[in-house]
């Protein structure tokens, strides 16, 4: 059996490495076709290498095409898979530090919200620039499976303006399949779930053990856990008022909504710090910080490290290896996957990216009808449909009023700014972001006039309610092991319970 896979934003240890791993583990795909591609020669380099170390490890003779010429690395290719974060962690920096000035604090800001929105902006106009060249140069039956952020944005602009079959995966809801198993004592294979929603608002609207619904006693099993009743007290509360479990981290959750982060004195009595996860301001860019600078300093030691094992007993969760398992054996898989509605979830939009459960075989992919959410989560998800709705129309047409109204109506950010400070906000993020943004030219120039003309609304430098500085290689030094979990991690986020740090 062989068949071309190719990375795009192969430099991303984080993935590129697992995903790897994971797909090779699958016996049928040994002489399949790798080819690696990042615009950063640099880290495509050190991230080649080992993956290279590892195949040779593993007794295969697969030889991966590592390009910096994404057309090339994408010829022929039938499966995709995109990890890229367009602007790096230079302007990952900027989604969280003007907001902050504004009183808009994020634990990540890359789904919804300020930091989110822009994001997505460079996003998109990169995505469409991908979606072009896999056109033009992949099997016409590629298939781009996208694990790039924000999920949904990205994944609605392909289907609708890239032209390539694009399904968006995430490890949201397996996360949170583990917590409700936790809190009834069951093991995850013992729990059924059925979950539906969009990318980091999808639901737990069914949840059976041996064919008995465990849907209500939910909230007093999670309010008596000894660790979630302290680490997950947004979803907790969303529980409590919406009656239905959400699959994203506390942290996460919690800048989506217009409740947990409104005002800074208050913003501690709904997150924990003992993992960034939980809520910690900018804790998702710190946790990449460190994880980037820790990889490039001890990438020789990383060398001289066990090579990764391609067994069935290490493969990871992502869906991406089991999808593709399953198009090529004929095997069953069932996971939940970003696509585009059409009438899966009845009361949310048919253009919409919706999350829900899907099936993949020899025969294809399959997304079974959900019918209706329930009233409340539905009404959650449909404030930030209309949001992603608004920032993929605005990226895609460089349209900077159609931005401007994406970020008034997010809920946050609508929450804690008034429409001047938002107006104002958008000037700042999209004259940090000009290098990323080719559609907004025009839009830039008028916003550095506006910015240098003075008579601005006062801002203040913040810090955020609650944020940690960014440890040094030295530090993370002193326990090596845990610097290489976070470095060589996709989901940063998996030790939520970790050691309670000072604040």
């Known amino acids: 059996m062989s068949f071309k896979v190719t990375f795009i934003g192969a430099g991303s240890i984080g993935f590129t490495r697992g995903l790897l791993k994971d797909l090779l583990a699958v016996p049928e795909f040994s002489n399949i076709e790798v080819a690696f591609t990042d615009i950063n020669q ?90 072009k060249d896999i056109r033009e140069n992949a099997d016409p039956n590629v298939l781009l499976l996208n694990y790039a952020n924000p999920m949904a944005m990205l994944t609605w602009a392909c289907n609708k303006y890239g032209g390539v079959r694009t399904i968006g995966l995430c490890h949201g809801v397996q996360h949170g399949h583990h917590q409700i198993a936790e809190v009834y004592g069951l093991k995850q294979d013992e729990v059924d779930i059925i979950c539906a929603g969009i990318n980091h608002q999808t639901w737990y609207v069914q949840i059976r053990h041996q ?20 680490t997950e007290k947004v979803r907790i509360d969303m529980l409590r008022r919406f009656g239905y479990y959400s699959t994203e981290s506390n942290g996460h959750l919690s800048e989506y909504l217009p409740w947990y982060r409104k005002r800074a004195d208050e913003i501690k009595d709904w997150i924990d710090m003992g993992s960034w996860i939980n809520g910690e301001t900018g804790g998702y860019l710190r946790v990449c910080t460190e994880g980037r600078n820790w990889f490039e300093t001890d990438f020789p030691n990383w060398m001289k ?61 399959s997304m079974p009808r959900v019918g209706e959410l329930p009233l409340g989560p539905a009404a959650v998800c449909n404030v930030s449909i209309s949001v992603q709705r608004l920032a993929v129309e605005a990226a895609v047409h460089g349209d900077v009023r159609l931005l401007r109204q ?41 916003a550095k006039k506006r910015l240098a003309a003075g008579n601005l609304i006062p801002t203040r430098i913040n810090e955020g309610a609650a944020r940690l500085k960014v440890k040094t290689v030295d530090e993370m030094q002193q326990d090596r092991e845990a610097a290489n979990k976070l470095a060589g991690a996709s989901d940063k986020g998996t030790d939520r319970a970790a050691v309670v740090v000072e604040q």
């Not at 064919?211 to 302290?230: I, M, Q, S, V």
């Open 211 to 230: 064919g008995k619904d465990l849907t209500g006693g939910l909230l007093e099993a999670f309010e008596n856990h000894p660790d979630y009743a302290r």
């Open 42 to 131: 640099h880290n495509l380099d050190m991230v080649t290498q080992l993956c290279q170390r590892d195949i040779t490890e593993n007794g295969l003779s697969i030889q991966i095409q590592a390009t910096t010429d994404r057309r090339e690395a994408l010829k022929d290719a039938k499966y995709v898979l995109c990890t890229i974060r367009v602007g790096g962690l230079e302007a990952f920096a900027t989604d969280v530090d003007i907001p902050l000035k504004y009183g808009v604090d994020q634990c990540v800001g890359d789904t919804l919200c300020a930091g989110g929105i822009m994001y997505g902006q460079r996003g998109i106009a990169e995505m469409l620039s991908i979606c």
């Open 305 to 365: 490290d066990t090579p990764l094992s391609y067994t069935a007993e290490e493969r990871g969760h992502e869906h991406g290896s089991y999808i593709i398992e399953g198009l090529e054996t004929g095997r069953v898989y069932r996971g939940h996957f970003n696509v585009v509605n059409n009438g899966i979830i009845s009361n949310l939009p048919d253009d919409a990216i919706i999350e829900a459960p899907g099936y993949v075989d020899g025969n294809g992919i």
């Open 406 to 446: 994406a970020f008034m109506m997010d809920p946050l950010v609508g929450a804690v700014c008034n429409p001047k400070e938002i107006w104002q906000m958008v000037d700042e993020m999209l004259v940090a972001g000009e290098a990323w943004l080719p559609q907004y030219t025009d839009a830039i120039e008028q």
